[in-house]
């Protein structure tokens, strides 16, 4: 299998190319990165089946409806989304085709209420790896103040995530201080936000941060609605 992680820098954002038997799949891409993910299937000679993001980004602009446009794959979000361009919404327990892999789609809201993760199973001496949009980051979780976001249910999601298994690999939709991969056995023991006893603390946690709102929001968020093609 062949896999790429690329990053938008302006947004630290995390981007994933996995590729079977010629067919890729594009986790988060980002709008302004077209041409390079558009160069890059074309020199490992790809064709891209499926673009899916995560859940609807509130900080940068999705390429799923560019791509689509430029190579006519399939651009997925999930079920709860309110994007309706994209070719199909997808739900928990699905499974994403692509060469002779798939990916196993888990529903994690909490984050936003349409936040999923998608799960590569374990084959050989190789862990399952976990594609974790920004439900659970590298020493961190995604934020629960706005987009539907909720802090209980963030908790939820991530006590099914540690289920995964230690050896699970870890890879987020951002990262914010040069980490670049992680393992579900390493944030069981090394994440601040999973050192809490329950949802209630979690809540208390999640409801102290009183961040700032992204950059982007309101421009993203509409840009998004249309697939990113505005
Ligand atoms: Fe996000």
Same mark, same amino acid.
């Not at 302006?10 to 994933?16: I, M, R």
């Not at 891209?48 to 993001?53: F, I, N, Q, T």
């Not at 289920?163 to 601040?192: M, Q």
């Not at 949802?199 to 992204?214: K, R, S, T, V």
């Given at each position: ?11 630290? /954002? ?49 390429? &799923?409806?560019?791509?689509?446009? *430029? /190579? @006519?794959?399939?651009?997925?979000? @999930? ?23 798939? &990916?196993?789609?888990?529903? /994690?809201?909490?984050? /936003? ?7 590569? *199973? ?14 659970? &980051? ?12 909720? *802090? ?25 201080? @040069? ?17 809490? *006893? ?18 982007? &929001? ?9 697939? @990113?093609?505005?």
């Amino acid at each position: 299998m062949l896999f790429r992680q690329l990053f938008d820098s302006q947004t630290s /954002t995390y981007s994933y190319l996995l590729a079977d038997r010629g067919q890729a799949v594009l986790i988060d891409p980002v709008k302004e990165h077209l041409d390079t993910y558009l160069q890059l299937l074309s020199d490992l000679d790809l064709q891209l089946v499926m673009a899916l993001d995560t859940h609807t980004h509130a900080d940068h602009i999705t390429a &799923l409806g560019d791509l689509r446009e *430029a /190579t @006519g794959c399939n651009t997925g979000l @999930g079920q709860e989304s309110q994007t309706r361009c994209v070719s199909f919404n997808f739900h928990d327990g699905q499974s994403l085709a692509f060469g002779g892999r798939e &990916l196993r789609v888990l529903h /994690t809201p909490g984050h /936003t209420h349409d936040s999923y993760c998608f799960l590569l *199973a374990a084959r050989g001496r190789q862990p399952a790896w976990l594609f974790s949009g920004d439900t659970l &980051l590298i020493r961190g979780s995604g934020r629960t103040d706005f987009q539907n976001g909720s *802090a209980r249910q963030q908790w939820s999601s991530l006590q099914r995530l540690l289920d995964l298994g230690d050896d699970t690999l870890v890879f987020p939709a951002h990262d914010y201080k @040069g980490w670049t991969c992680s393992s579900i056995g390493e944030e069981r023991r090394h994440n601040p936000r999973l050192q809490v *006893a329950n949802a209630e603390e979690y809540a208390a946690l999640m409801d102290g941060q009183h961040l700032p709102p992204p950059r982007l &929001l309101n421009v993203a968020l509409a840009a998004n609605r249309a697939c @990113g093609r505005l």
